[in-house]
């Protein structure tokens, strides 16, 4: 049985060390870009969104060190890269007694919030409840959370959702892991869904709702699904290549700077550490 408060992928965190730096590489590759945030004092982290349809991109960055964000600290000591998966939930308190309840010790919720400069002038605020699963949880190297969004239409603002890239959703994002069905089989556990193989051998575990898929393959199979593409700076394990759905694969190209008939893709040395595929959604 699915879990009943955690509905589907809610956003990903791109964790990275220059978070000035960081929006304006990825402005560069058409993505309309938030204002940046501060979160909460006892969080220590900056960020900016990247808002499509029903998910979102974060940059997230340190500002001041705090127990909080001391495995994004730990992890960025490594290496920049999507570090993080966040679920929508309904509720985040219920959802974590859910968890509690199947003998999973998550932890939370912890409330938070952000300043939001709008984009007609004037300031509102963002407001968010967190639950979290086991730090030690973590398959394929992926965390994983969960949130609950107390003013969505502080967060999902229509003039940040157009993109010149058309960008408008997240498809899937795909995991390198040693032991892909493993950590697939892991991951299913966790969110109470079921692994399904792909044609390539790469496992799939659907998040809900239509949500974006998370897919564990091996290198091998990475390189197989990107032929021709560039995987440097990609993790041995770790989240790899997100695959994001455009409405218009033309206006993707003129914004990346390729030509009409060239594979959309750009190289994770370009990107925080995540490699992007683009894909027609």
Request: glycine share 10%.
């Amino acid at each position: 049985m699915a879990l009943r408060h955690v509905i589907g992928l809610d956003h990903v965190v791109v964790a990275v060390r220059d978070l000035d730096a960081a929006a304006a590489g990825w402005q560069a590759l058409g993505f309309t870009v938030s204002p940046r945030g501060t979160h909460s004092a006892h969080m220590g982290s900056g960020n900016y969104t990247i808002m499509f349809g029903e998910d979102y991109l974060e940059l997230l960055g340190v500002l001041v060190p705090t127990p909080h964000n001391a495995p994004m600290r730990a992890f960025l000591d490594g290496r920049e890269g999507l570090e993080r998966a966040a679920f929508t939930t309904d509720d985040a308190a219920a959802g974590v007694a859910e968890l509690q309840a199947r003998g999973i010790a998550a932890t939370g919720p912890i409330a938070f919030g952000r300043p939001v400069t709008l984009p007609g002038g004037g300031e509102a605020e963002a407001r968010f409840n967190v639950f979290q699963w086991p730090l030690d949880a973590r398959p394929g190297g992926l965390r994983i959370f969960a949130c609950e969004h107390l003013t969505r239409e502080n967060v999902w603002i229509p003039a940040l959702q157009s993109h010149a890239n058309a960008v408008s959703r997240i498809l899937r994002v795909e995991v390198l892991a040693t032991a892909p069905a493993g950590a697939a089989a892991s991951m299913a556990q966790l969110l109470d869904r079921r692994a399904t193989a792909d044609p390539d051998g790469a496992q799939r575990v659907p998040t809900g709702s239509g949500r974006a898929d998370l897919v564990f393959l091996d290198r091998t199979t990475l390189a197989a699904r990107h032929p021709g593409q560039s995987l440097a700076g990609l993790p041995e394990e770790g989240a790899a290549v997100l695959v994001l759905g455009t409405a218009d694969p033309a206006a993707t190209a003129a914004a990346l700077g390729l030509m009409p008939d060239a594979p959309l893709f750009v190289p994770a040395t370009r990107a925080n550490g995540v490699a992007l595929r683009f894909l027609p959604a």
